[in-house]
């Protein structure tokens, strides 16, 4: 018989599993749970766009297209980019259609990684950065952001890690799992680190459409910071594309070009059909996106002050359809908590120190359910909590 | 009335689900109650919300429920035009809608009653005898697709897995 485990890579091997399976695994078991772990919108693409999809399938785009994209989906993008945030990118050479912003984010980092580069991964964040980076032959560095300033990564913090060995940083904002935004003010503090340290910035802006309070800054368009920064995006979560798998990475022609060079080979090219809705996305898509954020927004308020009404210690999201709310008060890990929730009162949120040693302490709630979930959820986490943080008063009250 | 952009975040709010309370709808745009309760009653008020109704699909409950579209060709009078034929075809509580419509006829009817017998019955005895109406012609409603906006079959159910990054 074969042994594959002295067979399988070494480097994937170290590869830890994400956090996120033993939840998956625990509730689809489970019958009544009402979700807020989900990380993706709960509206279905808006049907112009599937039904633009359905006719090109009609009128027969079933083949490869360029490496790179559709050359009218990437004319679209920069014609985007430029009129939403003044940054002109290339369409020819410097925009790359990528499978989802999970392919932009592996290319970058693996046409950047020399073996035993560090790349510096805020945290918490996404779940793919540091096992990405690992697999790319980097060696992550995880900066704790802290809680007290709503998980947003300072200058400061990214400074004190940089080694001769430093080659990237990514930043991700809005952000998943803590739906942080950041100001201008402090990008233009981060710029100025990155340029003083000559690092590549790898900034996953998926979330852009998803801010509510003031505007999203893009990363590439504070001065000079073009040329040194990898934008990705894709169309995932604005126009509720998740299944599609559709995004894009903008930047200088030469790290797009080698980027181009791994994505020929391994993927070819993005899928056509899905090439075909986003163009749509793009070009008609406005009002419908504008109408979901604007229905998120009414549901982050609804959550932000239920979770104040049971006591669940919160700071405001600004982006994104997520919640990060503290659960210390119950002297319960992350894991005890989502595990018990979920047991006991048939709430399924993800644990938040699976995006970060950091984000230990706090739950991710994604509020991209129904209203009439979002409410049944509170109304149940709110008796859970009663239980608990009951406990612990009393607790604290024997002992003291 | 003029509606400001808060009125009309109100009634897309209350349109969508009308039994979401003032509180819920205060939070969601960050408003006061009692604003908010003043803002729905001055757009009840002024007749701009009519009623808060349920959409039924008495189908699934077993319930029989016919209805027909007919469409009557109609005398407009002097001085009334048609209102005063369609006020005399919507006082009858068998008709849920009447409307105007330009083209091939002028008003569009719908009925509902328990069978065919019942609806026919009442076009032919109380529909078609109406002075200035000229000719009917009836269709049934074989099947309900969509609704109000709201497709009535196999309603998208949410395909998400429970869990995701
Ligand atoms: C911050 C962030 N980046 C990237 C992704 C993956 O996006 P895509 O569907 O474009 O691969 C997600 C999905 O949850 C995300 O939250």
New interface residues.
């Given amino acids: 018989m074969i042994n594959w485990h002295e067979k399988l890579s070494p480097m994937v091997k170290k590869v830890p599993w994400?956090g996120?399976r033993k939840?998956?695994d625990l509730?689809?078991e489970m019958k009544g749970?009402v979700?807020l772990?989900?990380?993706?919108p709960?509206f279905?693409t808006p049907w112009h766009i599937r039904e633009a999809c359905i006719y090109s399938l009609e009128k027969g785009y079933t083949m490869y297209t360029s490496n790179w994209g559709l050359l009218e989906l990437r004319e679209e993008i920069a014609r985007y980019l430029y009129n939403t945030y003044k940054v002109i990118y290339e369409p020819r050479n410097e925009v790359l259609i990528t499978v989802g912003v999970s392919e932009g984010m592996d290319l970058a980092l693996r046409a950047v990684t020399a073996p035993g580069d560090e790349v510096l991964v805020p945290e918490p964040c996404?779940?793919?950065y540091a096992p990405c980076t690992s697999m790319a032959g980097g060696v992550p560095v995880s900066i704790p952001a802290s809680a007290e300033n709503d998980f947003r990564v300072t200058a400061a913090q990214i400074e004190e890690k940089i080694t001769p060995r430093t080659k990237a940083l990514i930043l991700s904002y809005p952000n998943?799992p803590t739906g942080a935004v950041i100001s201008r003010e402090e990008l233009m503090e981060i710029a100025k680190v990155v340029k003083k340290h000559d690092l590549i910035v790898i900034s996953d802006e998926i979330y852009h459409n998803l801010t509510y309070e003031g505007k999203h800054t893009c990363f590439a368009s504070l001065p000079a910071m073009r040329s040194r920064t990898i934008l990705l995006n894709g169309f995932s979560k604005a126009y509720a594309m998740t299944g599609w798998r559709l995004g894009y990475a903008c930047g200088h022609p030469d790290v797009i070009g080698h980027m181009t060079k791994i994505h020929q080979y391994t993927m070819l090219c993005a899928p056509v059909t899905a090439q075909m809705a986003a163009l749509e996305a793009l070009q008609n898509g406005t009002e419908e996106m504008a109408k979901m954020v604007?229905e998120y927004d009414?549901?982050r308020?609804?959550v932000l002050?239920g979770f104040c009404e049971i006591g669940l210690e919160c700071f405001e999201p600004k982006g994104a359809f997520y919640a990060f709310p503290s659960i210390k008060n119950t002297g319960m890990t992350s894991e005890e908590f989502a595990e018990k929730l979920l047991l006991e009162a048939k709430v399924?949120v993800?644990p938040g120190n699976?995006f970060g040693a950091n984000g230990e302490g706090h739950i991710r709630c994604s509020y991209a359910a129904s209203?009439a979930d979002l409410?049944e959820a509170i109304e149940r986490m709110g008796i859970f909590l009663q239980k608990y943080t009951g406990e612990q008063n009393k607790a604290a009250a024997a002992s003291g | 009335m003029t509606l400001d952009k808060k009125d009309r975040?109100i009634l897309e709010?209350l349109q969508d689900?009308s039994r979401?309370k003032p509180e819920?709808i205060a939070?969601?745009?960050?408003l006061e109650i009692r604003e908010i309760e003043k803002r729905i009653k001055a757009l009840e008020e002024d007749k701009i919300i009519v009623k808060y109704h349920t959409l039924i699909n008495w189908e699934n409950a077993g319930e029989e429920v016919v209805s027909a579209l007919i469409e009557v060709k109609v005398a407009p009078q002097r001085g009334a035009g048609f209102d005063k034929v369609a006020e005399r075809i919507y006082r009858f509580p068998e008709v849920k809608s009447v409307y105007l419509m330009s083209g091939r006829y002028d008003l569009s009817v719908l009925i509902e009653g328990k069978t065919m017998k019942e609806v026919a019955l009442f076009v032919s005895t109380k529909l078609a005898t109406i002075e200035d109406v000229h000719s009917t012609a009836t269709h049934f409603v074989l099947k309900k697709y969509k609704q109000e906006g709201i497709i009535l079959e196999d309603g998208?159910k949410?395909r998400?897995?429970?869990?995701?990054?």
């Fill in positions: 994400s996120i939840y998956f509730v689809s749970v979700s772990g989900v990380g993706e709960d279905v996404y779940v793919s998943n604007a009414r549901r308020k609804l002050k399924a993800v699976v209203v409410t | 975040e709010i689900n979401l819920q939070v969601m745009l960050g998208e949410d998400r897995l429970v869990i995701s990054p």
